[in-house]
């Protein structure tokens, strides 16, 4: 089984696209890791509220469906610069370390245990659903992006995983 993590962030969709693309770098890792995924089957999507529902609909196309991939649209804390949509919060860039630690080592079940009150708190509401991933089993993994463009964590990552 694939599973692929993206960021939950508006700037993926084709309407907020601009002249000069500000997370060109974003986008090029997202196509490709969500082409991988769905490359052989259809890939359900997982994420915290209608945004991530609406950016993983977009993202997979018609290549959404019931099938044994799955795409989590999920983000880190929004708290890592003065002018981070949450304004900065010190704590921010060890909360994500954790977190993109666990990511590189495949380490799924390490999520689980992160501080829900604290992500709140940074502005990261996708750490429930990173958190839900513990039930598989990670094969193999390849981390395509990891920044904090405009103070936000973001991720792309890609697994082989069993379940």
């Given at each position: 089984m694939r599973?692929?993590i ?6 993926l ?14 986008r ?9 995924l769905v ?6 999507v997982r994420g915290a509220?209608?945004?991530?529902k609406?950016?993983g609909a977009?993202?997979l ?8 991939g799955l795409?989590?649209?999920?983000n880190?804390?929004?708290?890592r610069?003065?002018k ?7 704590r921010?860039?060890g ?5 993109g630690?666990?990511l590189?080592?495949?380490?799924l079940?390490a999520?689980?245990?992160l501080?829900r009150?604290?992500?709140?708190q940074?502005?990261a ?5 990173l ?16 920044d904090?463009?405009y103070?936000?964590q ?9 379940s």
């Open positions: 599973l692929v993206v960021p939950s962030t508006l700037a969709l084709p309407e907020y696209a601009s002249i000069e693309d500000p997370v060109a770098d974003l090029k890792a997202v196509e490709g890791a969500v082409a991988w490359e052989a089957a259809p890939a359900a509220g209608p945004a991530a609406r950016i977009e993202l196309g018609d290549a959404r469906g019931s099938g044994p795409l989590v649209v999920a880190g804390s929004a708290t610069t003065e981070a949509p949450g304004h900065l919060d010190d921010a860039v909360f994500d370390a954790a977190i630690q666990a590189a080592r495949g380490d079940a999520l689980a245990g501080d009150a604290l992500a709140a940074l502005w509401p996708d750490v429930p659903t958190a839900g991933l513990g039930g598989f089993e990670v094969t193999s993994t390849q981390v395509d992006y990891d904090a463009p103070g936000v973001y991720w792309v990552v890609r697994y082989e995983c069993v």
